[in-house]
Every structure is written in C-alpha cells, then in structure tokens.
C-alpha cells in the first residue's frame, strides 16, 4: 500500500511564502516503480479540486497558471519527496493541499488531472490573510 504524507501548511500574510512537502512510501505491488510522478492539488471552499503543480519521473513539470511565477515544485533526486514553495501568496490560494502520485508516466496537461493519480494525502491547510 503506497502512503501519502504533506507537511508544511499554515498561515501566512498576503505576499508572504510557505513550503508544503509531501513523502510517498510503501508499494502498490511487485511492479511498483522505485520513483512516483508527483502533483499537488488544492480545493478551496465551495470549489472543485483543481491542479497546481506538477512533476513526472523525467524531471517535466506544469504549473496552473494562476500559480506560475510564484510557485515552485520540486523533488528530491531519486526520492519521492516532493516540496512545493509558494511566494507572493494571494487570498486566493487559501485552500486544503493534497499531494498525489502516479506509477503512470504522463506529461504536459495530463500532470493536472486528477483522474491519473491513484494515491492521495490527508490534506493540509494553507491560509492567507491580508
């Protein structure tokens, strides 16, 4: 059973920055591949689910477009460790954070949809205040 795990939400001001992490751990089965694409997710109150950010095993990343120059994913080489830094924030990025990963090798728009990721977090909180 593979396990998904965010850290890192929280408060801050509008402007200000924070840092959610995510670890996926465990096996999906004998084939499970060492290395998961990885993507974060957000849902704010009374709105859909929708995608932030991205990466696949070949380094390839998407960003939605509301987020692009302010926030950056990342993961730690051969790790499934996954970090999102979110600078300038907006009130508008208040939401619930969910980190996701996929045995599935996609790229391009595919990395935001939701319907490829098998594997989900709990969730964390992000609020931002003006």
């Known amino acids: 059973q593979v396990q998904v795990m965010e850290s890192g939400g929280g408060s801050a001001q509008v402007g200000g920055s924070l840092r959610l992490s995510c670890s996926a751990s465990?096996?999906?089965?004998?084939?499970?591949?060492?290395?998961?694409?990885m993507g974060w997710f957000r849902q704010a109150p009374g709105k859909d689910r929708e995608g932030v950010a991205a990466?696949?095993?070949?380094?390839?990343?998407n960003y939605a477009n509301s987020v692009k120059g302010r926030f950056t994913i990342s993961q730690d080489n051969g790790k499934n460790t996954l970090h999102l830094q979110m600078n300038n924030l907006e009130s508008d990025d208040t939401a619930t954070y969910y980190c996701?990963?996929?045995?599935?090798?996609?790229?391009?728009?595919?990395?935001?949809?939701?319907?490829?990721?098998?594997?989900w977090g709990q969730g964390t909180q992000v609020t931002v205040s003006s």
């Open positions: 465990g096996s999906a089965g004998p084939h499970t591949p060492d290395r998961f694409s």
């Open positions: 990466i696949n095993v070949r380094g390839e990343t």
């Open positions: 996701a990963a996929t045995v599935r090798v996609l790229g391009g728009s595919w990395l935001l949809r939701e319907s490829i990721y098998e594997h």
